[in-house]
């Protein structure tokens, strides 16, 4: 009897029969170009290839020499060129129009600005244009920051990479201002050449590193571990400072243009027609930063001095023959009196001032988070801090804004540093004492 037939089930007609499997997609994982319809993806991921290691990154890395000589070349010719260019001018308003001599009398300002003391036949001259420092410190610590993005630094950042680079911008700085040194030649004014080097260096170093360590985060690391207390006397140190140098700079504007009249007497005895006497008045101008360090000495005590054997104080004034410069004409003629006795609690009020806004910025802070508000000893503590803070700060601008004008009598110009430091602390302690105490009692209150 022959086996029953079993009949095949019909197919429907909305469906289709399925693929085998090894008939769908090849044996090796891979879809088949030829199975897949035109303009349909590959199913499945598509395998990324990895990078090799070291090449993209290290691709836009650029080396650390280049990028530092070529950020501290960048950085010495900006600052370079305004100065060539002022007393370029001068030079050839007074009949001296000779390119290589402007070059060179640049070259001269621009070592000085960074603290290099020229020899001339005068003797020695020292007296450093604070606005052209703070002009190359402001350059270097940009240059600071393009070396260490150019190196990434940011991604592996470390003290001892911003410090690299901080070093390495250093150096070619420094070669450039003993490059400088030598092309003074021997001949009108000159410079060491090593001094130079050195000099630079160190001015470049620093003033790269900040840049650095900002860019790559260091520094809001570093800041970051730092006790609070700590964190807002620096804050506040640094505030009470550019409290006392702006009074200063206030009072110094104000001498001046009181003695406009004298000032521009003696601009006008130069003689040298008006491109000449823009150029006097660019060099004074490039002097203010030191008028102003100079009358926040003498605001708080200590005065300075404008040769040897002068002082120029609130209880005494006793100074020779000066020579003509109009930064020069506002100088007090005699000690102060009545009134202008009140000018003595500006340093105070600068400290009051920092003293409030530090009681300020915590209790505001503490009111955003919602919590109690700062405890008197964390309070007083930072105000105390503050008070070293701005000895030290003030103490360095009145060493860095002196210098000799020269020889004889004028060697020694600008304020003693160590009698403005020490005065500067203990005045603005007891201001911020007195401002963070008084903020906090009365906010309590």
Do not use: C, K
Request: charged letters at 15%; a positive charge; proline letters at 8%.
């Amino acid at each position: 009897m022959p086996p029953p037939t079993v009949p095949d089930r019909p197919e429907s007609p909305e469906t289709e029969p399925a693929e085998p499997a090894a008939a769908a997609r090849p044996a090796d994982g891979r879809e088949s170009r030829r199975s897949r319809p035109a303009g349909e993806p590959p199913a499945g991921p598509r395998r990324v290839p990895r990078p090799r290691a070291g090449g993209a990154a290290r691709r836009g890395r650029a080396p650390l020499a280049v990028a530092a000589a070529v950020a501290a070349g960048w950085a010495a010719l900006v600052g370079y060129l305004p100065v060539a260019v002022v007393l370029g001018v001068a030079r050839f308003a007074e009949g001296g129009g000779e390119v290589v001599g402007a070059a060179r009398l640049g070259l001269a300002g621009w070592l000085l600005g960074h603290g290099v003391p020229l020899q001339t036949d005068a003797g020695a001259f020292g007296l450093p244009p604070l606005a052209l420092a703070m002009l190359a410190a402001w350059r270097l610590n940009r240059a600071g920051v393009h070396v260490s993005r150019a190196v990434r630094v940011r991604e592996r950042p470390s003290t001892g990479r911003a410090l690299a680079v901080a070093v390495a911008v250093g150096i070619g700085y420094g070669v450039i201002g003993g490059l400088a040194a030598l092309l003074l030649g021997g001949a009108g004014p000159t410079a060491d050449p090593v001094r130079a080097v050195l000099t630079l260096a160190g001015f470049g170093t620093l003033a790269a590193f900040f840049g650095a360590a900002r860019a790559s985060g260091v520094l809001a690391a570093v800041a970051r571990r730092t006790p609070l207390v700590l964190r807002d006397g620096l804050r506040t140190g640094v505030v009470a400072t550019m409290l006392l140098l702006g009074a200063g700079a206030g009072v110094a504007g104000l001498a001046v243009a009181t003695g406009g009249g004298e000032a521009g007497d003696m601009i006008g005895a130069y003689r040298t027609g008006v491109l000449g006497q823009a150029g006097i008045t660019l060099v004074s101008l490039g002097y203010a930063p030191n008028a102003a360090v100079w009358a926040a000495s003498y605001l708080l005590g200590p005065g300075f001095a404008i040769g040897t054997d002068t002082v120029v104080r609130t209880s005494e004034v006793s100074i020779g023959a000066l020579p003509a410069v109009p930064l020069l004409a506002g100088l007090p003629q005699g000690p102060l009196g009545g009134v202008g006795g009140v000018v003595l609690a500006v340093p105070v009020l600068a400290g009051m001032a920092a003293g409030w806004l530090l009681a300020r910025r915590r209790m505001r802070s503490a009111a955003e988070r919602n919590v109690a508000p700062p405890g008197w000893a964390a309070l007083l503590g930072a105000a105390a801090v503050g008070g070293p803070v701005a000895g030290v700060v003030l103490g360095v601008a009145a060493l860095l804004s002196g210098g000799p004008l020269g020889g004889g009598r004028l060697a020694e110009v600008g304020p003693a540093h160590w009698q403005v430091a020490a005065g500067a602390t203990v005045v603005v302690l007891v201001g911020t004492l007195i401002g963070a105490a008084a903020t906090r009692a009365l906010a309590r209150g």
